[in-house]
């Protein structure tokens, strides 16, 4: 780690401060006026606010860069192909797992119960590759926020392990106006909703933390934010019903909470055998 800070105090302070109380009216708007551009835009708010604390870095330290070098500091340097894969595949795992157990359970819950798996793969694989692409829009502004700006800026002020917990921590608050107000996950109650959120959340951020420091770029997180977005939005929590469902599966289920922890405990672990000083 880098003794002297590439971005300074108070362009992580304004950082903050501002990324909460915008994002905080945007959030109040959308509850009262919800549309779905209110929530593209609420999506690139930490973007925005990104942009303005690097901004801010530059200045305080009279920095000039060039384009290129502006966008790497913006998160947008180039990744191994593998990051991106694992981005895309590490959610198909956390959440296909607990899908596929769910509808074993509940076999009448599954749309495609009875159909042969070469129907139901020629139905969905489209929504399932061509629909992460369409979800990168929105999620690449969460990301340039959390893991392009807020990882590495506090990482190189706590260090890594206080860095993936404090920006889950954080990542999961950002929600819960939404998830309060604003009908987000509403298919369960309330006090049940908030603390299975954070849980699965949790471990979530973790991954997408550790998938930033490893490949040194923003867009695996992206993907698989983009990914996970899509799987159980725009297809898994579209062929599944039930009274129970929200227990079960999607972002408040226990299953995936298991599921997400076990991954996220494991990446966790081989990346401390791998860099123990970095910790």
Not at 41 to 70: D, G, H, Q, R, Y
Not at 158 to 171: A, D, E, N, P, Y
Request: glycine letters at 6%; aromatic letters at 14%; proline letters at 4%.
């Amino acid at each position: 780690m880098n003794k002297e800070k590439i971005w300074t105090d108070k362009a992580v302070k304004v950082f903050l401060v501002l990324v909460i109380v915008l994002s905080l009216t945007t959030e109040i708007i959308y509850i009262f006026k919800g549309t779905s551009i209110l929530m593209l835009v609420l999506m690139w708010m930490p973007a925005l606010v990104s942009l303005i604390a690097n901004i801010i870095s530059l200045k305080e330290k009279k920095e000039k860069l060039t384009v290129k070098e502006f966008l790497n500091r913006l998160g947008f340097r180039s990744s191994k192909l593998i990051y991106i894969l694992l981005g895309i595949f590490i959610p198909l795992v956390y959440l296909l797992i607990p899908y596929l157990i769910y509808w074993q359970i509940y076999p009448d819950n599954f749309a495609y119960h009875g159909v042969a798996l070469n129907l139901i793969l020629k139905d969905i694989m489209p929504a399932m590759t061509l629909g992460i692409f369409f979800s990168l829009v929105s999620a690449l502004g969460e990301e340039l926020g959390w893991r392009g700006f807020m990882v590495p800026a506090l990482r190189e002020r706590i260090g890594l392990k206080k860095t993936l917990f404090v920006t889950s921590i954080f990542w999961c608050c950002w929600h819960l106006p939404l998830l309060i107000w604003g009908g987000y996950m509403d298919q369960c109650p309330l006090w049940y909703r908030l603390l299975a959120f954070i849980l699965c959340v949790m471990p979530i951020g973790i991954i997408c933390g550790l998938l930033t420091v490893e490949s040194d770029s923003v867009w695996p997180a992206a993907f698989l934010h983009a990914a996970h977005n899509n799987y159980d939005q725009s297809v898994f929590g579209l062929i599944s019903r039930g009274e129970k469902l929200m227990y079960y599966v999607s972002e408040t289920g226990f299953l995936t909470i298991i599921c997400a922890w076990i991954i996220a405990i494991i990446m966790y672990i081989s990346y401390a055998k791998k860099h123990q000083r970095t910790l």
